[in-house]
């Protein structure tokens, strides 16, 4: 099928896409034996904006974009994307920009935007995170992390320093890899594995009896060295609640607690700046 910048809605498409999510329904459903559960999240579908978000999605599940939207100027750099969606005879059209902002539902696009199957979150197990321990991937956990462009911002920071997985709890209170998470995070919620746990101080434990090293954001009460030397542990960074921080139960359960010190003129630091520092001296140092 060639290249057409144009191709318009195939009518059969809704009908694929409703079928196909109903396959993948029943396929997770036949797989409760398995040692790992999925929760999949309600939305129905995301759009991701942006040429690096895009890019990352296509890069690990390209099954999953089901149509493209792309301004005239991003034509050569999606043509390999656009290629792959014309054999799976799937949507992709070069629109105007006033078009774009509407598929996008926001004015920061980037020129491209695909509109792609939700997510899927699996819950980790003791033999998961044994596994992790294991291959000595570090982790970021969120202890109710509730903006969704706070853990876009910390997916991406991540991914850059090569965090293997993100873990958020199933509570109401905790942000979800959402369109304004995925827009923030430039395709490091493509690139870091999310995780969701119902339990996760349960987690935060399994973690600590694993091997992890736990250390524990606080805004007050920490101690400033924030790497005494355990260096051969697999790290686990534990973030808290923007307004309320950490729970205790999750602080308790911490191997240890690091607070960045300041001068003293301002409380604390954004979270996902507290979190970018933090994995810098965890993790990017200890790569250098």
């Excluded at 430039?186 to 694993?210: F, K, M, N």
């Excluded at 307004?243 to 300041?262: D, N, W």
Aim: hydrophobic letters at 45%.
């Amino acid at each position: 099928m060639a290249h057409n910048p144009r191709l318009g809605f195939h009518p059969s498409l809704a009908a694929r896409a409703a079928a196909a999510r109903e396959k993948a329904k029943a396929g997770l459903a036949a797989q409760g034996n398995q040692p790992a559960a999925v929760v999949r999240e309600e939305t129905k579908e995301l759009r991701l904006c942006g040429l690096a978000a895009v890019q990352a999605r296509f890069a690990r599940d390209p099954a999953s974009i089901q149509r493209l939207f792309y301004e005239a100027a991003m034509g050569q750099r999606v043509g390999g994307i656009c290629k792959v969606l014309a054999v799976a005879k799937k949507v992709y059209r070069q629109v105007e920009a006033p078009e774009l902002e509407k598929v996008a539902g926001s004015l920061h696009h980037g020129g491209v935007v695909a509109v792609v199957t939700p997510e899927v979150l699996r819950v980790p197990t003791a033999t998961d995170i044994r596994e992790w321990a294991k291959r000595g991937e570090s982790v970021l956990v969120l202890d109710r992390i509730g903006n969704a462009h706070n853990l876009g911002a910390l997916a991406r920071t991540a991914a850059f320093f090569g965090v293997a997985r993100i873990v958020i709890p199933d509570h109401a209170n905790a942000a979800k890899p959402t369109e304004s998470a995925h827009r923030v995070a430039e395709g490091g919620l493509d690139v870091v594995e999310v995780w969701q746990t119902r339990d996760l101080v349960g987690c935060v434990r399994e973690l600590g009896a694993a091997g992890y090293d736990m250390v524990g954001a606080a805004t007050r009460g920490g101690r400033p060295e924030v790497v005494p030397g355990a260096l051969r542990k697999p790290v686990a960074l534990v973030l808290g609640n923007e307004e309320h921080g950490l729970t205790p139960l999750v602080a308790s359960s911490c191997s240890r607690l690091v607070t960045i010190p300041g001068g003293g003129k301002i409380e604390s630091l954004n979270v996902s700046v507290a979190g970018a520092v933090l994995m810098w001296e965890l993790l990017g140092r200890r790569a250098g």
